[in-house]
C-alpha cells in the first residue's frame, strides 16, 4: 500500500496502489481486502495467458482458412492458363493477372472482453484494462450505487475515459450481476471472459456465467464460503449451493475445489456445453478457479464419467470413489466409426465400515473426480510469470503454487504423514521416507497446493497403510497408549503384502524442491475475507 500517488488525494479518501493501479477508497464506498492482491495478481497472468493461446488458436485458423482460399485461387488460375492457351481472351488474361496481384491481408490480433459482474472499487477491472496488452473492453459491475461512484472516480483517476456513448475500454454498469449476464446469452453479445469475485459463495452466479462466455471463453470463480465448501458443518448449505455433500478430512480443501467444478458443470451441461479446468486452488480463506467452457454434445455426455460419490472414513480418512457412470466404446467394422455408449456402474463393492479399520464411512459429493489442472496452461501462466516477476508483488508466491500445481498428479486428494501417523500412533515418517518408499514400490508422488506436507499418490490407501506398518517395524508403537477397541489395533493388526524400501529415491527431489520457493504464505494481520461493504442495494431516486 502507498500513501503517495501520482496525483493529489481529495481529503477525507485515501490512496491505495496495486501494480500500476490506483484507487481512492472511502470506508463508507466499496469493499477491497489487500490479502487479495496475489488472487488479483494470479488473475492478470491467467488471463493474459489466455487471451495469447486464444489469439494463437485464432491465428492458426485464420492461416488455414488463407492456404485453403488460395489454394482455390490457384486451381481457379491454373484453369485460366488452361483456357488462354486455347486462345481465350485478352480481357480474361487480365483478370487472371489482377488476381495474382492482390494485396495479401495480414491478421488482426484478436483482443478480448472481459465482464466482471461485481467490482466494488472497480481495482480488478481497472489492473486487466491497463495490464492485459489484448484486452478489447472490460465490463466493470456492481449493484450498489456507491460501489460504481467510487468505480467512477477510480477509472477516471487512472486516466481511462468515460465516454457517454459507453464505449469505452472500461464500460460501467449498475446493476443485478445475473441480469447483466443474461443479457449477454446471445452469441453476439457474449464475451471471453467472466471474473466472479463475490462476498462468499459464487453459486447463484453461475447459470448466468456459463451461457454468457463465448465458446472457449474463460470463466474464473472465487468463493469464500470455506466454511461450507471445507466442512460438515452445513452440508445442506453445500447441497442447496452447489450440489454436492462436503467432506470431513485433511483433504477437504482440494473436495471445495471439486464440489464448485461439480456445480459449474452440471450447469453448463444444461445449454448444452461443458467445462475443461485449467487451473483450480486452494488460496488462504478462498478457493481460485480458472475453467474454460466449450460446447459440444458428446463431451457434455463425458460429464457423467467425470462425477463420482466418495465414501470417507471417519477415523482413517481413506476415500473410495464411487464413479455415477462410465462409457462403453464400440467400433463399426465396416465403416470404422465409434459410437459411444453411457451406462450407470455398478456397486463399488463397499460396505458401510471401512476395509482398512472399521469404522464408518460417510458419503461425500457427487462431485468432479476429473483433473482439477491443465498441466500444459499452468506450465504457461508460470513461464510469464518468470519472465515477469517485476510486474507481480506477489511473484514469489505465485512461482510457488504454480509450480506445485504444475507438478500435482491428476489423482483425486492427498494425505500428510503425520496424520497417519497418528491414526498409528507412531513417530511421524520424514516426507523423503514415505515418498521414497512408494517410489521404490513403483507408484507415483507428488505434494499438492492445498496443504503444506501433503502427498498426492496414484497408490491405493492400503499401500500407504503398508509402508507405514513397514516402518512401525522399525520403530515399534508402545501398544499401551492403545485402547483395547481402538481401530488403531485393527490398522497394526494387519500384515502389510510386502515390505517397504526406504532408501532414498531421487524422484523425490522435483522442480519445486530444487528452488526455494514461497509455496505456502504465512497468514499476516489482516488475513481473512474482511467485512461486507456496508451501502444501499439501490439508487435513491432524485428529487
Known amino acids: 500500500m502507498s500513501t503517495e500517488g501520482p496525483k493529489p488525494v481529495p481529503e477525507g479518501l485515501k490512496l491505495y496502489t496495486e501494480n500500476t493501479s490506483h484507487i481512492l477508497l472511502s470506508a463508507k464506498e466499496a469493499f477491497l481486502n489487500p490479502v487479495q492482491e496475489f488472487n488479483r495478481d494470479l488473475s492478470v497472468a491467467s488471463i493474459i495467458t489466455f487471451s495469447e493461446l486464444l489469439n494463437a488458436e485464432k491465428e492458426a485458423k485464420w492461416k488455414r482458412s488463407r492456404e485453403k482460399k488460395a489454394e482455390g485461387k490457384a486451381a481457379k488460375k491454373r484453369k485460366v492458363e488452361d483456357e488462354s492457351a486455347q486462345g481465350v481472351s485478352a480481357s480474361e488474361a487480365k483478370a487472371t493477372t489482377s488476381l495474382h496481384l492482390e494485396k495479401e491481408p495480414t491478421y488482426s490480433p484478436h483482443k478480448i472482453s472481459i465482464l466482471e459482474a461485481l467490482s466494488a472499487t472497480g481495482l480488478r477491472s481497472i489492473r486487466y484494462a491497463k495490464e492485459i496488452p489484448l484486452v478489447k473492453y472490460v465490463i466493470a459491475n456492481d449493484l450498489s450505487p456507491e460501489a460504481t461512484d467510487a468505480m467512477r472516480r477510480n477509472v ?9 456513448s459507453g464505449d469505452g475500454q472500461i464500460r460501467i454498469n449498475e446493476g443485478d450481476a445475473c441480469t447483466l449476464l443474461y443479457n449477454h446469452r446471445e452469441d453476439r453479445n457474449r464475451v471471453d471472459v467472466v471474473d466472479l469475485d463475490p462476498y462468499g459463495t459464487a453459486a447463484p452466479f453461475i447459470d448466468a456465467a456459463v451461457q454468457s462466455i463465448s465458446d472457449g471463453g474463460l470463466l474464473c470463480i472465487t468463493c469464500t464460503d470455506l466454511s461450507v465448501l471445507a466442512t460438515n458443518n452445513f452440508p445442506e448449505k453445500c447441497f442447496s449451493n452447489y450440489g454436492g455433500v462436503p467432506l470431513k478430512a485433511e483433504y477437504c480443501h482440494e473436495a471445495a475445489l471439486r464440489l464448485v467444478l461439480h456445480a459449474v458443470s452440471s450447469s453448463a451441461g444444461r445449454y448444452g456445453r461443458f467445462i475443461q479446468p485449467l487451473l483450480s486452488l486452494s488460496i488462504d480463506f478462498y478457493v481460485r478457479l480458472f475453467i474454460k467452457v466449450k460446447t459440444s454434445p458428446i463431451e457434455v455426455k463425458r460429464a457423467l464419467t467425470k462425477t463420482s460419490l466418495y465414501h470417507i472414513c471417519t477415523l482413517c480418512q481413506s476415500f473410495y470413489e464411487q464413479p455415477l457412470g462410465k462409457v462403453v466404446e464400440k467400433r463399426n467394422e465396416s465403416s470404422m466409426s465409434v459410437n459411444y455408449q453411457f451406462k450407470t456402474t455398478q456397486n463399488a463393492g463397499i460396505s458401510e465400515h471401512c476395509p482398512e479399520c472399521q469404522s464408518y464411512l460417510h458419503i461425500a459429493g457427487p462431485m468432479w473426480s476429473a483433473p482439477i489442472h491443465d498441466h500444459e496452461f499452468v506450465s504457461n501462466v508460470l513461464i510469464h510469470v518468470q519472465g515477469n516477476e517485476s510486474k507481480y508483488g506477489t511473484s514469489a508466491r505465485m512461482k510457488g503454487m504454480l509450480t506445485v500445481a504444475k507438478e500435482e498428479l491428476e489423482t483425486p486428494f492427498y494425505f500428510t504423514p503425520r496424520r497417519v501417523a497418528s491414526n498409528f500412533h507412531s513417530e511421524t515418517p520424514s516426507l523423503d521416507d514415505v515418498c521414497s518408499a512408494l517410489l521404490n514400490a513403483g507408484y507415483k508422488v507428488s505434494r499438492s497446493h492445498a496443504l503444506a506436507g501433503s502427498v498426492k499418490t496414484d497408490a491405493s490407501r492400503t499401500v500407504v497403510h ?30 502389510p503384502k510386502e515390505g517397504a524400501d526406504f532408501t532414498k529415491h531421487p524422484g523425490t527431489v522435483t522442480a519445486g524442491s530444487k528452488v526455494k520457493l514461497v509455496r505456502y504464505q504465512d497468514n499476516p494481520s489482516h488475513w481473512g475475507p474482511g467485512s461486507r461493504a456496508t451501502g444501499s442495494k439501490k439508487r435513491k431516486a432524485e428529487n
Open 156 to 164: 477516471i483517476y487512472n486516466d481511462f475515459e468515460l465516454p457517454e
Open 466 to 495: 503398508d509402508v507405514f506398518r513397514s516402518y512401525v517395524k522399525l520403530h515399534p508403537v508402545k501398544m499401551g497408549n492403545v485402547g483395547e477397541r481402538s481401530p488403531t489395533r485393527i490398522l497394526l493388526a494387519t500384515e
